[in-house]
């Protein structure tokens, strides 16, 4: 059975290996992820397919602003099992985020990706053509869609990050609760 939903915590590991099999070690250094970096996705906008409890499919997006106060969303990665690929799988998931983005209020979407794949969705490079992004990208690839009508019209400028930090880990909260389970255990409190 196939199933699309939200992601959890469980599927980071799943995640993070499904990505490196389709991307490898490269995606880390693409203009995108410097805008995902240290960043949360969008709530309730990181999806998983699962198939008999297998991660075979995943996406994201995040928060970002299409130039000048202009709320946008930037998709990516999405990525698809390579065993799985060819089955309509990306394509029902692509769908399935866009659903959600515009039943969560959001007005347009921009990416880096292939545009004859994902100009079936409506993404254009036309849309964003007065747009442009923060390092090295392929002006091609870099394709916006309007969710409501008149979203995109007249963007122009940079797209810049503007989701909320992912929480930092609290050391010493962590060494207090260290210290609760394990006797002796020390304490970096001065």
Not at 54 to 57: E, M, Q, V, Y
Not at 65 to 73: H, I, V
Not at 175 to 178: E, K, S
């Given at each position: 059975?196939i199933?699309?939903r939200q992601e959890?915590?469980?599927d980071?590991?799943a995640?993070?290996t499904?990505l490196?099999?389709?991307f ?10 410097r805008l995902?970096?240290g960043?949360?996705p969008?709530?309730g906008?990181?999806?998983v397919?699962?198939?008999?409890g297998?991660?075979?499919?995943t996406v994201?997006?995040w928060h970002v ?9 930037m998709l ?5 099992d390579?065993?799985c ?9 692509m769908?399935?985020?866009l659903?959600?983005s ?6 347009a979407i921009v990416?880096?990706g292939d545009a004859p794949?994902y100009?079936?969705?409506?993404f254009?490079a036309?849309?964003?053509a007065g ?5 090295p990208?392929?002006?091609?690839r870099?394709l916006?869609?309007a ?11 940079l ?5 909320e930090f992912?929480p930092k880990?609290d050391?010493?909260a962590l060494?207090?609760?260290?210290s ?11």
């Open positions: 059975m199933t699309i959890t915590m469980r980071v590991e995640r993070e499904l490196d099999s389709c490898g070690a490269e995606r880390f250094q693409k203009t995108c992820e995902r970096e960043r949360v969008a709530r906008l990181s999806l397919i699962e198939r008999d297998s991660l075979i499919g994201r997006l602003s299409a130039g000048a106060n202009r709320p946008a969303l990516g990665p999405i990525a698809i390579p065993s690929q060819g089955l309509g799988l990306g394509a029902k998931l769908r399935e985020a659903s959600r515009k039943a969560l209020g959001h007005k990416l880096v794949y100009g079936r969705f409506g254009s036309d849309s964003i747009l442009w992004m923060p390092g990208f392929e002006r091609e870099f916006g869609l969710l409501e009508k008149g979203a995109l019209d007249g963007a122009r400028g797209v810049s990050a503007t989701g992912e880990p050391l010493a060494v207090a609760a260290a609760h389970r394990q006797p002796g255990a020390f304490s970096l409190a001065a």
